[in-house]
């Protein structure tokens, strides 16, 4: 059970595989910039936590990389350092950043700025509210600034029920139902949820059904 926790994974972050939502716009922002038709050198993502910024970072880098850019994703913590060498470098949570660490990213800004390379960074709030210092707040709120929208639960829903039958089954609505009661609610853990029960339902040789879904989370309450 012990490795079926450790692959709780929606899977490789692509901008298809994104649930869009009300996100239209925005995506279509970030197919644009990766295709060269946006020549914007800075765009901040900021959302709740759960949204799916983390995901389009990640699946920006990974474009970035099949175009041939140098792509660095960096999550953030309070003494990350930016000394990495890339021409699109995507930095997640940096409201998560110390005093060294937001000095580096404002130096790393300007380096990417000089040589035509692209930052894309993402925040929980608009830059000005997340408690950085002045001039990286500045930095970020130069270019452009997209709010990253959670998707609605009847639009999780249908989600859920899509990735389900990308993976060969069909998942009723009263698992549906159940897993948006007991299980956090954001997307990503959802989707995470419904690939562990789906493997735990071929390793048993059970359909999927709410006593199975009950019966894998009180296992992974004992793991």
């Known amino acids: 059970m012990k ?14 595989n994104f649930v869009t939502g009300s996100n239209a716009e925005m995506l279509q922002m970030l197919r644009d910039l990766l295709g060269g038709r946006v020549k914007e050198r800075m765009v901040y993502l900021w959302g709740e936590s759960g949204c799916g910024k983390s ?3 990640a699946a920006c880098c990974n474009e970035a990389s099949d175009a ?3 792509s660095a994703y960096i999550p953030c913590e309070a003494d990350t350092e930016f000394d990495i060498e890339a021409d699109f470098v995507a930095v997640d949570d940096v409201e998560k950043l110390g005093g060294t660490g937001q000095i580096g990213l404002f130096h790393r800004y300007n380096s990417l ?3 035509g390379g692209v930052l894309l960074a993402s925040g929980h709030a608009p830059p000005f509210r997340i408690g950085l210092r002045p001039d990286l707040a500045t930095r970020l709120g130069w270019g452009l600034v997209y709010q990253v929208h ?8 249908e989600a859920l029920q899509s990735h389900a039958r990308a993976r060969g089954f069909e998942l009723s609505v009263e698992v549906v139902n159940y897993l948006m009661h007991h299980v956090r609610r954001d997307l990503p853990t959802l989707v995470a949820m419904l690939d562990a029960l ?6 048993n040789r059970r359909p999927i059904t709410i006593p199975l879904l009950k019966e894998i989370m009180e296992k992974m309450k004992c793991a």
Do not use: C, F, V
């Open 198 to 203: 789906d493997d735990y339902s071929l390793e």
């Open 3 to 16: 490795q079926l926790l450790l692959g709780l994974s929606s899977g490789n972050p692509t901008l298809s």
């Open 113 to 115: 700025r000089e040589k």
């Open 150 to 157: 959670a998707l609605m639960d009847d639009e999780k829903r």
């Open 68 to 70: 041939g850019l140098k």
């Open 55 to 57: 995901h389009l970072l």
